[in-house]
């Protein structure tokens, strides 16, 4: 099992801010890993991990998962990301003392950092979190900020299912498509609501017990055991809920054409992008696809967008897509290595243009 110090050592970040929690037992990480581009900004993660090492591990691929996603969109944000690990599901009093400790962590990071919502927290959490520092993405509307990403999430993923589908199958229509959400959280939910409404068959999973079913109930879906998640035959698999799906394990077992959904990370090594490649596997690339969140929250609250210039930028995930598979295709490389390489070269392009580049080169 890898420590605390070989994640340090691996890690190609700037820095995390490490805290214990002794009250409840949580440790916090803030991971800030790249600000080429400008202030940090990202989720907050709550969940319980296996040891304070894969917490903080999961803090700094998603920042750094969060510097493409922000880079991909040419947007002017750095990436960052806190993750709370908790040693069980924090409620009422205990969780608001940790997440009140929390926003005084981030307010003494003095704007290196902004935080949000992401799996495990919700946009009263981040009110919670407001309290004590401004630096919060996804307040409620009364209060300034852009609400809840999910649906803007779901209506990004949405567009990029339908590029997919016009790539793989040369129609961009889902109607009568097969499509297995997993994960009805703040994104799948939406996600499978708006599917459904254009016509396509969904197939619900959730590891919460209930949450399939009462969704099914309401669309008219299929409910799917998670046991069944990889295998299950369908056109398109959504993947909404936790990272590290796409492995060794799971890649070989799919029955389906296009893998396309909102979650972080979903590869568990990036060589995995070129296993689901040799199946014939259409990937979407994660933070292309699943970057409407970040687009709603920064252009409305930063960039002073009107909400239909954000919906239009949401709805032109379809091109980037689009642009992406094609290149990718014409190169016959994955889709992971076109996305990260448009995303690098802005990167790159902002690290050239910066004042004294030229002395900071190579260091
Ligand atoms: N956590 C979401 C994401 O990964 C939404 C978010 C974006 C939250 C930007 C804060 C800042 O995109």
């Not at 599901?89 to 950092?113: C, F, K, S, V």
């Not at 032109?316 to 598979?325: A, K």
Request: proline share 5%.
């Amino acid at each position: 099992m890898q420590s605390l110090e070989d994640r340090y050592r691996e890690w190609d970040g700037e820095f995390v801010l490490t805290r214990y929690d002794a009250a409840t037992g949580s440790w916090i990480f803030i991971a800030i890993h790249d600000r080429t581009l400008g202030t940090a900004a990202g989720g907050c993660r709550m969940s319980i991990y296996g040891s304070p090492a894969d917490g903080l591990r999961d803090a700094m691929r998603l920042a750094r998962g969060m510097t493409y996603k922000w880079a991909a969109i040419d947007f002017p944000f750095g990436g960052g990301k806190t993750v709370l690990a908790v040693p069980r599901p924090l409620e009422h009093a205990e969780r608001e003392r940790l997440l009140l400790r929390l926003g005084e962590l981030i307010q003494t990071l003095n704007g290196a950092y902004g935080v949000g919502v992401d799996l495990g927290t919700t946009p009263e959490d981040m009110a919670i979190v407001g309290r004590r520092t401004r630096w919060v993405f996804g307040l409620p509307a009364a209060q300034g900020g852009s609400g809840d990403p999910g649906p803007w999430t779901a209506l990004g993923v949405h567009a990029g299912i339908r590029a997919s589908c016009r790539h793989a199958y040369g129609s961009a229509s889902v109607r009568g498509r097969s499509i297995l959400v997993q994960g009805l959280g703040g994104v799948g939910a939406p996600l499978a609501r708006g599917l459904a409404a254009e016509g396509a068959r969904l197939l619900l999973v959730d590891a919460i017990p209930g949450r399939a079913e009462a969704l099914a109930g309401e669309i008219g879906a299929e409910v799917v055991p998670p046991e069944q998640a990889y295998t299950r035959e369908c056109d398109i698999f959504a993947p909404c809920a936790i990272g590290a799906i796409l492995n060794e394990r799971s890649i070989p077992r799919f029955r389906c054409r296009i893998v396309a959904g909102s979650a972080n990370n979903q590869f568990e090594r990036d060589a995995d992008a070129a296993l689901l490649h040799q199946r014939g596997i259409l990937w979407a690339p994660d933070f292309v696809i699943n970057a409407g969140g970040a687009i709603a929250h920064g252009s409305l609250e930063v960039l002073g967008w009107t909400e239909r210039r954000v919906r239009e930028r949401i709805e032109g995930i379809y091109d980037t897509l689009d642009e992406v598979f094609t290149e990718a295709e014409n190169r016959g490389e994955s889709p992971l290595d076109e996305a990260t390489r448009r995303a690098a070269r802005i990167l790159s392009d902002a690290r050239a243009s910066r004042p004294g580049a030229d002395a900071a080169a190579g260091s």
